[in-house]
C-alpha cells in the first residue's frame, strides 16, 4: 500500500498511557497503520463518557523507554479523543481503537467503561472505532488480545462497520491454541449490587468508600 494510503489509526485506553495494554497494542497495530496514541495521563477506569468542562484540558508528550510513545491528557477517554481528532492530529484518523483494558467490559460495565466511552467517541465522530478488552483482573499477557486487534482492524478497514456502530470486543485470557472461535453475542444483564463503606479518615471526618458485589444473570448464547 502506498504511504499516503496507509491507515491512520487512532490509540487510546482508560488504563492510562503508561499502561501494559495499550503499548501491546500499538506494537501490533504499528505493522499495519500509522498510530497515533492520545490517552489519559492516570488511571481512568469506570469515569464512563465524562468529558472536562469546567477546566484546561493539557496534553503533554509522553515517552517510554526512551522513546516519543504519544500524548497523556490530563483527562477522560473521551476527552483524549474529542482532543486528539479536533485539535493534535493533522487530519481525521481511519480508525479508533480502545484498549486494551486489563479487564473485561460486559454487561453494566459497558456503561461505566472508559474504554468502551473512547470507542463511543470515536463513533460519535463519524469513526469505525473498537473497544478491545481482555478478560482478567490478574496478571495478563496482551498478546494474542494485540494480535487479534490488529486481524480485526484491517478486517474493518476492508469492509467499513455500520453507521452508528461500534465494536465492543472481550478477549478470554487464555492462551491462543485454546480459542475456539468468536461469538456475536448481546449486552448482559448483570448489574451491580451496590454498596457504601462508612469510612473514618486520620482527622475522624466521615467518608464513604464504594463496595459491591456483581449480580451475575446468565443469558443463553443461541438466544443472544
Given at each position: 500500500m502506498p504511504e499516503q494510503e496507509r491507515l491512520h489509526i487512532l490509540l487510546s485506553n482508560d488504563d492510562?498511557?503508561?499502561?501494559?495494554?495499550?503499548?501491546?497494542?500499538?506494537?501490533?497495530?504499528?505493522?499495519?497503520?500509522?498510530?497515533?496514541?492520545i490517552a489519559p495521563d492516570k488511571q481512568q477506569s469506570a469515569v464512563g463518557h465524562a468529558i472536562t468542562m469546567n477546566y484546561p484540558l493539557r496534553a503533554v508528550p509522553f515517552h517510554k523507554n526512551g522513546e516519543f510513545f504519544g500524548y497523556a491528557v490530563e483527562g477522560t477517554p473521551a476527552d483524549a479523543i474529542k482532543?486528539?481528532?479536533?485539535s493534535l492530529m493533522k487530519r481525521k484518523p481511519d480508525m479508533v481503537i480502545s484498549g486494551i483494558n486489563h479487564g473485561s467490559n460486559t454487561a453494566i460495565n459497558i456503561i461505566y467503561s472508559g474504554t468502551v466511552s473512547a470507542a463511543t467517541e470515536g463513533t460519535v465522530l463519524g469513526?469505525?472505532?473498537i473497544a478491545i478488552s481482555l478478560t482478567t483482573y490478574g496478571e495478563a499477557d496482551f498478546s494474542y488480545a494485540a494480535k487479534f486487534a490488529r486481524k480485526l482492524a484491517v478486517l474493518v478497514a476492508e469492509k467499513g462497520l455500520p453507521e452508528g456502530t461500534l465494536l465492543n470486543?472481550?478477549?478470554?485470557?487464555?492462551?491462543?491454541?485454546?480459542?475456539?472461535?468468536?461469538?456475536?453475542?448481546r449486552q448482559g444483564k448483570s448489574t451491580w449490587d451496590d454498596t457504601f463503606d462508612v469510612r473514618r479518615d486520620p482527622a475522624n471526618r466521615e467518608y464513604f468508600w464504594l463496595t459491591g458485589q456483581l449480580n451475575i444473570i446468565h443469558i443463553d448464547p443461541a438466544l443472544a
Open positions: 492510562g498511557i503508561d499502561a501494559p495494554g495499550i503499548f501491546a497494542l500499538a506494537q501490533e497495530i504499528k505493522k499495519i497503520a500509522e498510530v497515533t496514541v482532543l486528539g481528532v479536533r469513526i469505525p472505532s470486543v472481550n478477549v478470554p485470557a487464555v492462551s491462543e491454541q485454546q480459542i475456539a472461535g468468536v461469538l456475536l453475542t
